[in-house]
Structures are given as C-alpha cells and as structure tokens.
T-cell receptor, first 116, second 113 residues
Framework: GAVVSQHPSWVICKSGTSVKIECRSL??????MFWYRQFPKQSLMLMAT?????????EQGVEKDKFLINHASLTLSTLTVTSAHPEDSSFYIC????????????FGPGTRLTVT | AQSVTQPDIHITVSEGASLELRCNYS??????LFWYVQSPGQGLQLLLK??????LVQGIKGFEAEFKRSQSSFNLRKPSVHWSDAAEYFC???????????FGTGTRLTIIP
C-alpha cells in the first residue's frame, strides 16, 4: 500500500529558531500534499495545500511567512516553522495525494514539535 | 462550506459490546466521507470511506458505516469492540477524492473490561 513518511517524528527546538519537517511519499508520486496541524486533544486543521512545482495555498489565518512550505519534487514536501514560539508547539501531520487514479490521500505518521 | 459534527466527545463501552459513533456532515453536493482512527501520538489510519453506491460500507477491523443522505449522517458501527479499539475516531468530509478534508472534532473511545 501507499506509504507516507515524516521526519523527524518528534523535535524539540528553542524559541526563535526554525525547524524543518519533511513529508515523503515512499512508493508513489504525489502531485499534491496537505499539511495539517493538531493541537492536543483537538481535531486536525488544514494549514495549506502544496502542489509540486508551485506555491502553496494557505488556509485563512495561517501565516505564510511563518510556515514555509516547499514541494520541490513529486515525493517530497517540507514545512519549515520559522522563528518558532511555544504556541507553535503542536502535532503536524502531512498527507499526500497520489497523482494517478484513484487519487486517494494517504497520511503520514505525524511530527510532534515542542518549542521551549 | 463543508463541516462535520461529531456530537460525542467521549464514549465508554464495555469490551464485547456494540458501538456506534455519530457523524453529521454539511455539504452542498454529494460528499466524500471518511472515518479515521488515531492512536495516541500516532498518525491517522483510514477505517473506511464512502464515495457512492451501496450506502453501507465495510471497513477494516470489523467496522462499518452507513451513509444516510436524508439525515446527513455517516455513523460508524462495530458489533463487538475489543480493548485494542480504544483510540480517537475522526469523521471527515471532502469535496472529491484526494481533496483537502474537513475533520470533525473527534470522539475518544474508552473500552472497559
């Protein structure tokens, strides 16, 4: 089956630093990847949609300059949290949509970010 | 805009008992509906999905869900729960296959012996 990986699985960083999270589709090409954020005991909220080779589309209220998304290849998308603050601590989950039928979406295992 | 409501924040069920988790959606056209399960600190696992056709869909781990257009519902059921079913369950709706999903707030399932 289709597998999506995320790296790292968890990361701790100091306030003011930046951290990059990778999302890879291991056995299929993903023309589109989605980035979600999940606060403790809450639901997943879509942050942005990234299409390979083009700029990401951000949901309302998500800061583009803070959450930089790059989708440079059909198997890799990255989310960089710039100048992280404690309120950015969250569980970040990516999903990847296959570029061929049935175009289903597969989720990664998530990355736990803690900003101290 | 599409939305999903999961009215039950937390449900406790005895092992071996039946289970039904409720999900109501709001969407203007025919929705694409999903149920996912999430164990603590883990990602999402797809249990089942509905796109069209038979309104009773079977999923993994013995789960099933029924799409009822008249009630805008897509409730998840299991005839006999196992302790390993304890987890968070999310209902989600999308406009099309592979499009961004809108998730409900989730239902936390606790299993008691």
């Amino acid at each position: 089956g289709a597998v999506v990986s995320q790296h790292p699985s968890w990361v701790i960083c100091k306030s003011g630093t930046s951290v990059k999270i990778e999302c890879r589709s291991l056995d299929f090409q993903a023309t589109t990847m989605f980035w979600y954020r999940q606060f403790p005991k809450q639901s997943l909220m879509l942050m942005a949609t990234s299409n390979e080779g083009s700029k990401a589309t951000y949901e309302q209220g998500v800061e583009k300059d803070k959450f930089l998304i790059n989708h440079a290849s059909l198997t890799l998308s990255t989310l960089t949290v710039t100048s992280a603050h404690p309120e950015d601590s969250s569980f970040y989950i990516c999903s990847a949509r296959a570029g061929t039928s049935p175009y289903e979406q597969y989720f990664g295992p998530g990355t736990r970010l803690t900003v101290t | 805009a599409q939305s999903v409501t999961q009215p039950d924040i937390h449900i406790t069920v005895s092992e071996g008992a039946s289970l039904e988790l409720r999900c109501n959606y709001s969407y203007g056209a025919t929705p694409y509906l999903f149920w996912y399960v999430q164990s603590p600190g883990q990602g999402l696992q797809l249990l089942l999905k509905y796109f069209s056709g038979d309104t009773l869909v079977q999923g993994i781990k013995g789960f099933e869900a029924e799409f009822k257009r008249s009630q805008s519902s897509f409730n998840l059921r299991k005839p006999s729960v196992h302790w390993s079913d304890a987890a968070e369950y999310f209902c989600a709706v999308g406009a099309q296959v592979g499009e961004k999903l809108t998730f409900g707030t989730g239902t936390r399932l606790t299993i008691i012996p």
